[in-house]
């Protein structure tokens, strides 16, 4: 959901990747339907682990679990980790798909998106 809406709005300006601690393998179709309530194209979306992200590519590494990721990433990119938990919608209704599009949006545009100097830009 978070790469999905990162490429809506800034797409142009940035090339956004999303990873799962514990891939479920697919997108879940409420995530698919959320996203497309609000027309965010899902096209090329798939589920994919921590080991698909080369890290050395990463601005900004957001952790949004409640997890410590510091394990998992390699201790040279720790500076990098900003970590803003929000609930996993998963076996939830539309309701929380819905509730956890718009707080990762909100995260996208009112904090990340001015931490990466790109504030302001397509903020659709």
């Known amino acids: 959901m978070a790469e999905a ?11 956004a990747a999303s990873a799962g601690i514990s891939p479920l393998g697919r997108v879940p179709r409420e995530t698919l339907q959320v996203l497309a309530e609000i027309g965010v194209s899902t096209q ?3 589920s994919k682990g921590l080991e698909e992200i080369d890290f050395k590519e990463c601005r900004l590494l957001v952790n949004l679990t409640e997890y ?11 500076a990098k980790l900003l970590d ?17 599009r718009e707080a990762v949006r909100r995260l996208l545009v009112e904090e990340l998106g001015g ?10």
């Open 5 to 15: 809406l990162a490429r809506h709005l800034w797409g142009e300006v940035l090339v």
């Open 44 to 46: 090329g979306l798939h």
């Open 68 to 78: 410590s990721l510091t394990a998992l990433v390699p201790e040279a990119h720790w």
């Open 84 to 100: 803003r938990p929000l609930p996993d919608p998963y076996g939830g209704g539309l309701d929380l798909y819905r509730e956890t």
């Open 115 to 124: 931490m990466l100097g790109i504030q302001g830009y397509h903020t659709r």
